[in-house]
């Protein structure tokens, strides 16, 4: 199908298109309905755009988990599919998606390895410039066959044209034997569109070896953005522990040996490095490879450009100043209460003790940096502690506002035992996000649970040229939100702290979970708002004999904190729900279950919430964070408190509509539902009858039995013609109604197709602690 939006020509193969805001050259928050196409919605228009102004050459999607990104690719490749298709050829045009070497290396040794930082300290030792210098001055080391062989094409030509999923590049290096992994880092400055996690973007340490060459003409797109405040925060936080300070004071006394040992051999190195760090900063970092060690997590370019402070320019005297650092931490960390201090007067009281300044502080890490690529250290693992303190001492010392520093003498509220841990938390989303917002053309926040819009833009400091939340065409009533308030009994419900462990709450909870087992075909979904409060229930319902109700009609499975734990749950859930006996699957908000999985058609029939998901409140980094948000930003407590509970409990009910042809039954088990109904996103919101907003348990079950029947009769012609989905003639009358001078022509072949909606992957959001951390401590 084709159509235009004013002077833009957009190739579409599904029904429905949501206007974006590229041309007015601004960003934008978008609430879509989850399962509707939105991906695709996207990169058409995105894509029609790029070809159409060809300045906009490049497009960079951002997801969360490697299922969405991996889902993402398949969109796009089916797209130019389709464009070749109406075009009648092939576009010039290349699509990659980045993870990590663990899942894109071929070395068939490396490869064999399970962990994320074996797998890159040994493509490092195969791959590093020095490593090939040894090489050619005839010592004996091993290079890789398919880093190499990649240097025998042309930068700009390493893949054909086309649109390559993970697979997809994994059997074009296989049968090129280059790597894929250095293939899509290497062509990324010359891609039409590259997909990849939100860490290679927000995160700093990792964005400057990665996104560095991006040109501010890109068009940035975050999907799944509804926690992107989150992961802002969490690239610029870090916790320092007792052992990882022991390990860091061993990472800085191996730096002694090495520098010994490179003073008796190759002296000129080091000669050199100081005469570079006199210079500035700049000067290494304009020379720097693909692979490097993290090298400005956070430093602005003007002090790039200055010289590094004399104390810490000599290798010798540069660890010796860590040591010192180090051993001032382990001071602090002898605490018998907790200590909360700004950076300024952790600044004070260690100039005080121990006469470090604030400057040499700042240039920490990137002098770390210089000093591992100088000495040539493959098994940078050894070294990660240590670049934490580095990285610490460079954020400490350079941001005054934003942070804080919490030192708490326990690991949890319940330990006996001293297990000290300093914080150093972010407090202020913006931080991490605006170089984003400043350098680039169009940003584009995006999910299908993003209300209330307006917190958005609050949170991260930026304006927008649009901020619309798109409701869902139905041809039925395919999903059924119901807000239940009491029991049976008449007595209320609610995960209140007062009352939750109450004996006629948690049967109350317990009866709605058996009358949904009975009448939910196949599988359902339970969430619960914490894994303590999830452990209690389950506990307190063995005791009442509902589990072994529930077990009659359903499989019972629990998620866990341990993600291989919960695959295997995951995995035997689905092999329940398909070959009749049913699951019943219990969950936490905010864990891997509720954002990383779909659970479609007879994977989720209905998905009950149990409570109002709010965060631990007691929690000093989440107190800080309120009150940095209060004085701040002017966002009261309860206001953030209620909108974070509620994106995630919108979070949980989506996992049960991936697509127009799905049904499913949503239940908000929590009296406090009914005044808070208003804050969930408007797809959902507009689905709530008034008379579903206050019922008993009984009730609900009345109305979701009615539901089930409905949904069970086919329907007549399909029922989704010139509703849901749109033919060739319904774009012409629909032509007819749009009003005169807009300039909207619409032609096509008459194809209408819905929503995909596929099942997602299992798999954990993307983490930080494989790829990214080694990025971090990476020096080719």
């Given at each position: 199908?084709?159509?235009?939006?004013?002077?833009?020509?957009?190739?579409?193969?599904?029904?429905?298109?949501?206007?974006?805001?590229?041309?007015?050259g601004?960003h934008?928050?978008?609430?879509?309905?989850?399962?509707?196409?939105k991906?695709?919605?996207?990169?058409?228009?995105?894509?029609?755009?790029?070809?159409?102004?060809?300045?906009?050459?490049?497009?960079?999607?951002?997801?969360?988990?490697?299922?969405?990104?991996?889902?993402?690719?398949?969109?796009?490749?089916?797209?130019m599919?389709?464009?070749?298709?109406?075009?009648?050829?092939?576009?010039?045009?290349?699509?990659l998606?980045?993870t990590?070497?663990k899942?894109?290396?071929?070395?068939p040794?490396?490869?064999r390895?399970?962990?994320?930082?074996?797998?890159?300290?040994?493509?490092?030792?195969?791959?590093?410039?020095?490593?090939k210098?040894k090489?050619?001055?005839?010592?004996?080391?091993?290079?890789?066959?398919?880093?190499?062989?990649?240097?025998?094409?042309?930068?700009?030509?390493?893949?054909?044209p086309?649109?390559?999923?993970?697979?997809?590049?994994?059997?074009?290096?296989?049968?090129?034997?280059?790597?894929?992994?250095?293939?899509?880092?290497?062509?990324?400055?010359?891609?039409?569109?590259?997909?990849?996690?939100?860490?290679y973007?927000?995160?700093?340490?990792?964005?400057?070896?990665?996104?560095?060459?991006?040109?501010?003409?890109?068009?940035?797109?975050f999907?799944?953005?509804?926690?992107?405040?989150?992961?802002?925060?969490?690239?610029?936080?870090?916790?320092?522990?007792?052992?990882?300070?022991?390990?860091?004071?061993?990472?800085?006394?191996?730096?002694?040996?090495?520098?010994?040992?490179?003073?008796?051999?190759?002296?000129?190195?080091?000669?050199?490095?100081?005469?570079?760090?006199?210079?500035?900063?700049q000067?290494?970092?304009d020379?720097?490879?693909?692979?490097?060690?993290?090298?400005n997590?956070?430093?602005?370019?003007?002090?790039?450009?200055?010289?590094?402070?004399?104390?810490?320019?000599?290798a010798?005297?540069?660890?010796?100043?860590?040591?010192?650092?180090?051993?001032?931490?382990k001071?602090?960390?002898?605490?018998?209460?907790?200590?909360?201090?700004?950076?300024?007067?952790?600044?004070?009281?260690?100039?005080?003790?121990?006469?470090?300044?604030?400057?040499?502080?700042?240039?920490c890490?990137?002098?770390?940096?210089?000093?591992?690529?100088?000495?040539?250290?493959?098994?940078?693992?050894?070294?990660?502690?240590?670049?934490?303190?580095?990285?610490?001492?460079?954020?400490?010392?350079?941001?005054?506002?934003?942070?804080?520093?919490?030192?708490?003498?326990?690991?949890?509220?319940t330990?006996?035992?001293?297990?000290?841990?300093?914080h150093?938390?972010?407090l202020?989303?913006?931080?991490?996000?605006k170089?984003?917002?400043?350098?680039?053309?169009?940003?584009?926040?995006?999910?299908?649970?993003?209300?209330?819009?307006?917190?958005?833009p609050?949170?991260?400091?930026?304006?927008?040229?649009?901020?619309?939340?798109?409701?869902?065409?139905?041809?039925?009533?395919?999903?059924?939100p119901?807000?239940?308030?009491?029991?049976?009994?008449?007595?209320h419900?609610?995960?209140?702290?007062?009352?939750?462990?109450?004996?006629?709450?948690v049967?109350?909870?317990?009866?709605?979970?058996?009358?949904?087992?009975?009448?939910?075909?196949?599988g359902?979904?339970?969430?619960?708002?914490?894994?303590?409060?999830?452990?209690?229930?389950?506990?307190?319902?063995?005791g009442?004999?509902?589990?072994?109700?529930?077990?009659k009609?359903?499989?019972?499975?629990?998620?866990?904190?341990?993600?291989?734990?919960?695959?295997?749950?995951?995995?035997?859930?689905?092999?329940?729900?398909?070959?009749?006996?049913?699951?019943?699957?219990?969950?936490?908000?905010?864990?891997?279950?509720?954002?990383?999985?779909?659970?479609?058609?007879?994977?989720?029939?209905?998905?009950?919430?149990?409570g109002?998901?709010?965060?631990?409140?007691?929690?000093?980094?989440?107190?800080?964070?309120l009150?940095?948000?209060?004085?701040?930003?002017?966002?009261?407590?309860?206001?953030?408190?209620?909108?974070?509970?509620?994106?995630?409990?919108?979070?949980?009910?989506?996992?049960?509509?991936?697509?127009?042809?799905?049904?499913?039954i949503?239940?908000?088990?929590?009296?406090?539902f009914?005044?808070?109904?208003?804050?969930?996103?408007?797809?959902?919101?507009?689905?709530?009858?008034?008379?579903?907003?206050?019922?008993?348990?009984?009730?609900?079950?009345?109305a979701?039995?009615?539901?089930?029947?409905?949904?069970?009769?086919p329907?007549?012609?399909?029922?989704?013609?010139?509703?849901?989905?749109w033919?060739?003639?319904?774009?012409?009358?629909h032509?007819?109604?749009?009003?005169?001078?807009?300039?909207?022509?619409?032609?096509?072949?008459?194809?209408?197709?819905?929503?995909?909606?596929?099942?997602?992957?299992?798999?954990?959001e993307?983490?930080?602690?494989?790829?990214?951390?080694?990025?971090a401590?990476?020096?080719?």
């Open positions: 199908m084709k159509f235009f939006i004013d002077d833009l020509p957009v190739l579409f193969p599904y029904p429905r298109i949501y206007p974006g805001t590229l041309d007015a601004g934008c928050v978008l609430e879509m309905p989850s399962g509707t196409g991906t695709v919605s996207l990169l058409s228009l995105i894509v029609a755009y790029q070809q159409h102004y060809p300045e906009h050459r490049k497009l960079v999607y951002c997801s969360r988990t490697m299922s969405e990104i991996e889902k993402a690719l398949a969109e796009l490749k089916a797209l599919a389709f464009r070749a298709k109406e075009l009648g050829h092939a576009e010039e045009f290349r699509a998606g980045l990590s070497r899942n894109l290396c071929l070395h040794e490396v490869k390895e399970k962990k994320g930082t074996v797998v890159d300290a040994r493509c490092r030792s195969l791959t590093a410039g020095f490593v210098e090489k050619e001055k005839g010592e004996d080391v091993e290079l890789c066959i398919y880093h190499e062989n990649l240097s025998l094409k042309e930068p700009h030509n390493l893949i054909p086309g649109v390559y999923t993970f697979d997809g590049l994994l059997k074009y290096g296989e049968q090129e034997k280059t790597c894929p992994y250095f293939t899509a880092r290497r062509m990324m400055p010359h891609l039409n569109v590259i997909i990849y996690s939100y860490h973007l927000l995160d700093p340490k990792i964005a400057e070896r990665v996104s560095k060459e991006l040109s501010k003409e890109c068009i940035v797109v999907d799944e953005a509804h926690n992107i405040d989150n992961v802002c925060i969490e690239s610029l936080s870090l916790d320092i522990t007792e052992e990882s300070l022991r390990r860091a004071t061993r990472g800085a006394t191996n730096l002694e040996k090495k520098i010994t040992e490179m003073k008796a051999t190759d002296a000129e190195k080091l000669t050199n490095e100081y005469q570079k760090l006199v210079e500035g900063l000067e290494i970092d020379g720097r490879q693909e692979d490097s060690f993290m090298a997590p956070v430093l602005p370019d003007d002090l790039l450009r200055e010289a590094v402070p004399g104390n810490i320019r000599r010798e005297h540069f660890v010796a100043f860590l040591k010192r650092f180090v051993e001032y931490l001071t602090r960390m002898k605490v018998l209460h907790v200590v909360s201090e700004t950076p300024a007067s952790f600044l004070q009281h260690l100039k005080d003790l121990t006469f470090i300044e604030r400057k040499p502080l700042r240039f890490a990137e002098r770390l940096t210089s000093l591992v690529r100088t000495l040539e250290l493959t098994n940078v693992e050894d070294y990660l502690p240590l670049q934490d303190v580095a990285t610490f001492a460079t954020l400490v010392a350079t941001y005054e506002k934003g942070f804080l520093l919490i030192l708490e003498p326990f690991e949890s509220d330990a006996t035992v001293p297990n000290p841990i300093l150093f938390t972010c202020d989303a913006s931080i991490a996000i170089p984003v917002f400043d350098r680039f053309h169009s940003v584009v926040i995006t999910s299908g649970t993003i209300s209330p819009l307006e917190m958005y609050k949170m991260l400091q930026f304006n927008t040229v649009v901020q619309e939340s798109y409701s869902m065409t139905l041809a039925r009533r395919s999903f059924l119901l807000i239940v308030t009491r029991g049976s009994d008449q007595v419900i609610s995960s209140r702290f007062e009352i939750r462990n109450d004996p006629s709450v049967r109350n909870y317990g009866n709605l979970v058996i009358e949904f087992s009975k009448i939910t075909p196949d359902m979904v339970v969430f619960f708002p914490s894994y303590l409060y999830m452990e209690s229930i389950i506990s307190m319902w063995q009442m004999g509902i589990l072994d109700e529930v077990w009609y359903k499989l019972i499975l629990v998620e866990t904190p341990d993600s291989q734990e919960t695959s295997l749950a995951l995995e035997t859930y689905r092999t329940a729900c398909c070959n009749g006996r049913g699951a019943v699957m219990l969950c936490v908000a905010r864990g891997k279950v509720s954002e990383g999985i779909d659970f479609d058609h007879q994977y989720g029939r209905a998905v009950l919430c149990i109002v998901p709010f965060q631990y409140t007691e929690s000093r980094i989440l107190k800080a964070r009150e940095f948000l209060r004085e701040t930003y002017r966002i009261r407590e309860n206001d953030f408190l209620s909108f974070d509970a509620m994106r995630h409990a919108a979070q949980c009910l989506g996992r049960v509509l991936r697509g127009k042809d799905d049904y499913g949503m239940v908000l088990a929590d009296k406090r009914t005044r808070k109904r208003t804050q969930l996103p408007q797809w959902i919101r507009e689905a709530i009858l008034e008379s579903e907003t206050n019922m008993s348990t009984d009730m609900t079950v009345a979701a039995k009615k539901f089930l029947r409905t949904m069970a009769q329907v007549e012609g399909g029922g989704k013609d010139g509703i849901s989905s033919s060739y003639e319904d774009l012409r009358k032509q007819k109604k749009v009003e005169a001078g807009e300039g909207r022509i619409y032609e096509g072949d008459g194809i209408g197709i819905e929503g995909t909606g596929e099942v997602g992957e299992n798999d954990d993307y983490s930080v602690s494989d790829e990214e951390a080694y990025l401590m990476d020096i080719s």
